[in-house]
């Protein structure tokens, strides 16, 4: 396998989503002079592969070591956190919607952080992650 299309997360580095996007900087936007934001569209973007490390690449098989801390880390506490956030911001953010997905999460049954993070690397089907 050409080393140009293999990558790692480092999940013991990931810590809440700041530091999520801090790893997908160092893995991703090596070489480039400006860093991705904290966004989950961003991220999408990064993935479809115009730029970064991606950028004419094909295949990416994505080994993920420590995926446990990393979906610990991006979980219930942090997706409540961040969704709380959001809900401040009501003129911009519907707030029906979050506070339907804090009430899942507090039931035990919401998507969090990680899930829509792995949802996001599912829609790029040249993306294959390895859980190490």
């Known amino acids: 396998m050409d080393e140009r299309k293999r990558l790692v997360i480092e999940g013991g580095r990931i810590t809440g989503i700041p530091s999520f996007y801090d790893e ?10 400006w860093k991705l934001g904290e966004s989950l569209d961003a991220l999408d973007d990064l993935l479809h592969g115009g730029y970064g490390t991606v950028q ?6 994505l080994v993920w070591r420590d995926m446990a801390a ?20 009501r003129p911009m953010f519907n707030g029906s919607p979050i506070a339907e997905q804090l009430v899942a999460l507090a ?19 040249a993306f294959t992650i390895v859980p190490a």
């Open 24 to 33: 997908i900087n160092r893995v991703f936007m090596a070489g480039e002079n």
């Open 56 to 61: 004419g690449i094909g295949a990416v098989t």
């Open 70 to 89: 990393s979906r610990s880390a991006l979980g219930a506490e942090t997706t409540c956190r961040f969704l709380e956030e959001r809900q401040k911001l």
């Open 107 to 125: 039931a035990g049954r919401g998507t969090t952080y990680f899930d829509i993070v792995m949802d996001i690397f599912a829609a790029h089907p």
